[in-house]
């Protein structure tokens, strides 16, 4: 135990025989180690703010249905004749942060032509707690939840078919019944996101509207729509279908799947360029320092001591940049968790368009735990990497070793 705290003594000592460039070194490690806990954790809040606002406009976090509503070859067909009643969800807790829709593909005319789009009957109150799709309404109003008959648009939609507030126009479908679903609509509101492909695809009525046009009960919807943000985990409805919404979309989910994997091939390539300027930097200390390996060799030091006391010198220098580099990326995190940053700082003062819709979020960042032992573990591997060679090169030099 002795002969190792005098080597813990004598490794610290001379750690600091050069302090400039020790200090050098350090400061590279400490701003590389809190650069990478910063950037893993804005990342992480950066996918999940992101995609927070993109769900929460329209989309939802999963959709229960019916088994066989969404088909498995495609989440983007669906067939309208599979409906569901609240008494088939046995799990009541779910109702509070979810919605009842009824969707329903129907041709939508014009004063200009005709064209097809997906009608989506909402629950009208619930919908505007729930979502921010009332925030895209820019032009007119939102639907009257006492109202009946009423429509929203979107903006290049309503332009194709030159339809304006206040017109109406005329919706045709195909009812549960077998039926020709058709019925006069009024336009009452024109949504903007952001000039998306949603814009041309989407519109929206009071469901009780839908119900009527549809032939469908009272208590008859589609698909319960959740929008807890908060939790990821999919409910366990055997009798059911739950689709998440990476399932959905499974285009934007893929992107976001990348972006992590490549900040994490980001994080390695940083660690990787440090560790080399820091191995290239040992390599000259080391040989400056060999004239003293021989002169300890001749005295007794074996060579496994000087390479031991080596190593123990580039582990403190490590561990104390570490706690230093923890400490600063959670310091820059917290700041950037009480003072959200502005993703169109990223973008060039532009908005992002995903799936249809503008994003405008605001980040705010919040410190993962899991990154605050893979980091350090992650640079405690690089610096065993960067000492191999500088050793082996110390111990082929030291002529005298006994």
Do not use: C
């Amino acid at each position: 135990m002795r002969q190792f705290l005098f080597l813990l003594k004598f490794s610290y000592r001379n750690l600091w025989r050069a302090p400039r460039r020790t200090f050098i070194m350090l400061m590279g490690l400490i701003l590389g180690t809190g650069f990478i806990i910063w950037d893993l954790n804005f990342a992480n809040s950066g996918s999940r703010e992101v995609m927070k606002d993109f769900l929460s406009q329209y989309a939802g976090q999963y959709h229960i249905s019916q088994k066989g509503y969404y088909s498995e070859e495609s989440k983007k067909e669906f067939n309208n004749y599979k409906t569901l009643t609240d008494d088939e969800i046995q799990d009541k807790s779910l109702f509070p942060l979810s919605t009842q829709r009824v969707t329903a593909p129907v041709f939508i005319s014009g004063e200009k032509k005709t064209l097809g789009v997906l009608l989506t009957g909402l629950d009208v109150e619930k919908e505007a707690k729930l979502t921010s799709l009332p925030k895209a309404t820019t032009i007119g109003r939102f639907l009257d939840p006492l109202g009946d008959k009423e429509i929203i648009l979107g903006k290049k939609l309503a332009q194709r078919i030159d339809a304006k507030l206040g017109d109406q126009v005329v919706v045709i479908g195909q009812a549960l019944d077998g039926s020709v679903a058709n019925d006069l609509m009024t336009v009452v509101g024109l949504l903007d996101f952001g000039g998306g492909d949603l814009e041309e695809s989407l519109a929206f009525t009071q469901i009780h509207s839908a119900r009527e046009m549809m032939s469908m009960n009272d208590n008859q919807y589609h698909i319960r729509v959740s929008f807890d943000m908060e939790d990821e985990t999919l409910p366990d409805l055997p009798d059911l279908q739950v689709t998440s919404w990476h399932e959905l979309l499974t285009e934007i989910s893929v992107s976001l799947r990348f972006i992590d994997n490549f900040t994490w091939t980001v994080t390695f390539i940083i660690v990787l360029v440090i560790s080399l300027g820091l191995s290239n930097t040992l390599m000259i200390t080391f040989f400056e320092r060999e004239q003293e390996f021989q002169t300890l060799n001749i005295i007794g030091a074996r060579t496994n001591w000087i390479a031991l006391s080596l190593m123990l010198e580039v582990f403190m220098m490590g561990t104390m940049a570490i706690l230093g580099g923890t400490l600063l990326g959670h310091l820059f995190t917290t700041y950037s968790y009480y003072y959200p940053v502005n993703i169109q700082l990223f973008t060039g003062g532009k908005p992002i368009i995903m799936g249809g819709m503008t994003i405008v979020p605001l980040v705010r960042i919040y410190p993962v735990m899991e990154y605050y032992w893979k980091v350090p573990l992650l640079v405690y591997f690089f610096l065993g990497l960067t000492m191999i060679h500088p050793l082996i090169r110390v111990i082929r030099r030291s002529q005298n070793a006994i």
